[in-house]
């Protein structure tokens, strides 16, 4: 059995990462960071599951969170 994971959630748990440590990374200006969450998750012997998020709970979840980080980003950044 291959087991699959949603590249998303690799980058989430990295922004999440980076944001808890003072950083402030852009989703999006160096293109879809899905494709290299993809690329990790292989290296780990792991099968990429489908990055469409738009339907299900995961992708309530997903874009809950998402936002979430984009409002601690805006906030950090406005405390500057």
Not at 32 to 56: M, N, V, Y
């Amino acid at each position: 059995m291959t087991e699959k994971y949603n590249p998303w959630t690799v980058v989430n748990l990295v922004f999440s990462h980076l944001a808890e440590k003072g950083l402030h990374p852009i989703l999006g200006e160096s293109g879809d960071p899905s494709a290299a969450a993809a690329e990790l998750l292989r290296c780990l012997g792991i099968e990429p599951g489908d990055p469409s998020w738009g339907e299900g709970q995961d992708a309530l979840r997903v874009k809950d969170d998402l936002a979430r980080l984009r409002a601690a980003f805006e906030s950090d950044e406005s405390r500057s």
